[in-house]
């Protein structure tokens, strides 16, 4: 019988920093779950466990604090991007490289009404994350992203004249709750995007459409969001979204002699319609 | 071999409901969890299999959305109370309710500035919870709390002259990051206190004291959170802590001929200090 | 405002530990998560952040892995003893000791039908536990269980006759699905009981007992599963249960002109029934 | 701004089927999940808000369970191709689906020694699954699959020789714990083979080949258990890894006076090494 290793690839995963940077009294805090992934001349190790060419994933995990340590970077992107191209340049055997990070969103406490110096408090379910490709000899490609950003709204959301046969039985409303956890990804035009306004831009497009737009159905919400985010970020060349419809359900009033008036939901996890999107410039 | 059922209980848990209050043209959104336990005359259905004095936790549940239709409330603890209330009221057989809530944090998405009417964005990681007990002939003890505020600090914070002993390898530290996850409890002196400006005041003092004790150790700073929380809301007995103590480990830059400036840490979920006490007014 | 510390604890949690006893080619590997929950003379640390009597949760972490070093033993039982009386015999400010231990199941791979010397493979979704309590000067008191051990059974179940009136909705049922996620906790009679057989035996008797059991109720099954429990194992004293009730719907089948014949369901997290008893030799 | 929508797709996941298939006395029971994606040509409601030609997710949903009354089948692969084939032919707006199904594992309860003929007992923390794809017009493509298959050995394991660098600080080992959560994916070369018997023989194959194999690192093993899987089922094409490396790191006993014996072990989640590779005949 013969086989072959088409692909491999190999890498460390949740790798967990903190950095704190002092600024004078003021301290800015990162804290990220990196993920390393490369690809190249690693077959050996598969095939007959010559690791000479293999860069351990503990040596993977020490790079991500000494390159940590050596840069300044004032967001996840561009650490991100440091990460990508160390490798390739520094392993001639690499060919590839993928570094994903996720970011908690911590904010600044407020006492007295003023943002404190060194304390900080969680800011939301959301994750701020970004994907970082480089492969040898070529170009450096950025994606940011934004993962279980919840959302909600309790009215301006119908869901009808839909596909009618045998497998239907929901009934057309006008007015539903439609509420979804945002999974977003964007591809930057270049490397060194301003990476931190464009994040906020894009986030406050996504909530603003979200809230103001009157919903025909996910699909439609969907698309207007892209469009608000490709409108306010002119950096990017496109944005993905995947958002679960997360359902709430009309609570059966009737067997208690009492009147659903888009008043008393269940809400759920499961199962959850499941939508995405791809869209870009034309 | 002679048994005996020396206790039981039983109810409903993870009830979740969806609550719209429609103020003229703005909504107001309450998504809570609930559980339902009772206790009193049901052991013939563990002895026998006799259920006919038994309220169905389907049945608890429908209660549950039925109470949520016909009742006015603003704030999960008021709805815990009279789901607490109803069940010794209404069912001879049941001597004591707990009713506990856990309620996601949902605040109003900004559009230009303003506060959205109808759409709603995650307010954080932290839940706001209840535990509402009532006894047949008894008062209903109200608790109010907070889970999983997750907050760091990353200075003013020491952990020194602890015992030494063989088992001591950590050193005397006067600067660590200091990250914990709160989760407190308090105790209202009554039924209908108003729980909404207790909860915002206790969860400011807790805040402020956090960011602002110069901390030596999990222990003292819990116990200045606990103070400034009885000074903030007159109106609890009471408040319990657990801490759990979310390490950021300095990462030993040794190896690569740099020097630890409390910049590189790794944040770690386990092993975790943890750390409870419960303090009260005397 | 005057305030007191009425109440305090600390330890460490989830430290994980992997022990590996090799007798002669035979491996035994053990996998626990260790809690230590320490009250004693620790009140200085929260009133003033006096820390001189507290024993750092750091070095509370080193001393399971030493004592796991220096110690044999063959069950968690064995090591929570050892370890729960470690600290107040170690500890003069120490007044008493609560260690928790989860096991996960590992048996060994079967190769061409044979018990592999030193390969495992995952046991289940059922996790081993014990919680020992020591005191100065009292006695140390040893609890086995079991956590998530997920049984369902697709008949002899019914759930009939119980209360009528306007919250129930529930039709009466001779024939449905009963699921359940077994949690168990049972007191020894001394600390140095056959940990192992017992909790085998324990183990067998409750998968036996809700097998056979001609059901009414949950309720109805668990005494069943408790009387058998302690028949098998004369060295407990009492056993506690606490069995979630994952219900299985049935599917309406109706709209669609088929007709539900006890076959097609849905499988459900939540809302569930949370049923719980305490049941011990009279 | 000109933008356009390049891709779309959607359906519902996390459908929780559960079918109970009575063959006398003897019962037999299928949970799954189910996910179901659908392409075609739906662009006009992301577009417009046309919802005309889109199934709704609950039909979606619907149709699950409707297909499970309907069909006998005996493994998760079976219902997933006469799902998958369902929608291009029912519906002409359809131009693909995929449907995903993951198992839970039951196994009969043994009372007294012999398997039970309803009640049953979950079988291992892994999850059996499969992923099936159809085109309209083309060939019906079916991989199967197993996630969190857990695996530990506790010799037989080195990981030494790999690059040595600045970054390098871990040592040689010629003797390690070696443990993985099994990711397997495997295609089948018709849709229509024995997938039981496959799955079965791969599993085997597997755990066999992980026990046995003298481990020069990750890689080298993963290599190993996707020869084996490939002798052992003929039917298969190809097959995934990914193997999380999960990570035991030795405890270090010299502060204590004490000398690690490959015995004692901290375990770990992360970071974790991620190693992925993918393996076909000639």
Same mark, same amino acid.
């Given at each position: 019988?013969?086989?072959?290793?088409?692909?491999?690839?190999?890498?460390?995963?949740?790798?967990?920093?903190?950095?704190?940077?002092?600024?004078?009294?003021?301290?800015?805090?990162?804290?990220?779950?990196?993920?390393?992934?490369?690809?190249?001349?690693?077959?050996?190790?598969?095939?007959?466990?010559?690791?000479?060419?293999?860069?351990?994933?503990?040596?993977?995990?020490?790079?991500?604090?000494?390159?940590?340590?050596?840069?300044?970077?004032?967001?996840?992107?561009?650490?991100?991007?440091?990460?990508?191209?160390?490798?390739?340049?520094?392993?001639?055997?690499? #060919?590839?490289?993928?570094?994903?990070?996720?970011? %908690? !969103?911590?904010?600044?406490?407020? @006492?007295? $009404?003023?943002?404190? +110096?060194?304390?900080?408090?969680?800011?939301?379910? #959301?994750?701020?994350?970004?994907?970082?490709?480089? %492969? !040898?000899?070529?170009?450096?490609? @950025?994606? $940011?992203?934004?993962? +279980?950003?919840?959302?909600?709204?309790?009215?301006?959301?119908?869901?009808?004249?839909?596909?009618?046969?045998?497998?239907?039985?929901?009934?057309?409303?006008?007015?539903?709750?439609?509420?979804?956890?945002?999974?977003?990804?964007?591809?930057?035009?270049?490397?060194?995007?301003?990476?931190?306004?464009?994040?906020?831009?894009?986030?406050?497009?996504?909530?603003?459409?979200?809230?103001?737009?009157?919903?025909?159905?996910?699909?439609?919400?969907?698309?207007?969001?892209?469009?608000?985010?490709?409108?306010?970020?002119?950096?990017?060349?496109?944005?993905?979204?995947?958002?679960?419809?997360?359902?709430?359900?009309?609570?059966?009033?009737?067997?208690?002699?009492?009147?659903?008036?888009?008043?008393?939901?269940?809400?759920?996890?499961?199962?959850?319609?499941?939508?995405?999107?791809?869209?870009?410039?034309?």
């Amino acid at each position: 019988m013969a086989i072959k290793l088409t692909a491999n690839s190999y890498g460390k995963s949740d790798v967990r920093l903190t950095k704190v940077v002092r600024e004078g009294k003021t301290h800015h805090l990162a804290e990220y779950s990196v993920n390393v992934q490369l690809t190249g001349d690693f077959s050996l190790a598969y095939l007959g466990g010559d690791n000479r060419k293999v860069i351990a994933t503990d040596s993977i995990k020490n790079t991500v604090y000494v390159l940590a340590k050596e840069n300044h970077f004032t967001t996840p992107e561009q650490f991100a991007v440091l990460m990508a191209e160390h490798f390739p340049s520094e392993y001639k055997q690499v #060919e590839t490289a993928k570094v994903e990070i996720v970011e %908690a !969103r911590w904010k600044r406490i407020r @006492v007295n $009404g003023d943002p404190h +110096e060194h304390a900080f408090v969680n800011g939301g379910t #959301e994750l701020h994350s970004c994907t970082v490709y480089t %492969a !040898r000899g070529g170009k450096t490609i @950025v994606h $940011g992203g934004v993962r +279980e950003l919840q959302v909600v709204k309790t009215t301006n959301s119908a869901w009808k004249d839909f596909w009618t046969d045998r497998y239907r039985t929901l009934k057309d409303t006008n007015d539903r709750i439609f509420g979804t956890s945002i999974t977003a990804n964007w591809e930057y035009d270049r490397s060194d995007a301003d990476f931190e306004r464009c994040t906020a831009a894009i986030r406050t497009a996504m909530l603003e459409a979200f809230a103001s737009h009157v919903s025909l159905g996910v699909q439609h919400t969907m698309y207007e969001m892209g469009r608000a985010a490709l409108a306010a970020a002119p950096e990017i060349k496109n944005i993905e979204f995947r958002l679960p419809n997360k359902h709430r359900i009309p609570f059966n009033l009737d067997p208690f002699g009492l009147k659903f008036e888009n008043d008393i939901y269940v809400w759920t996890d499961e199962p959850y319609g499941d939508i995405s999107a791809f869209i870009e410039r034309e």
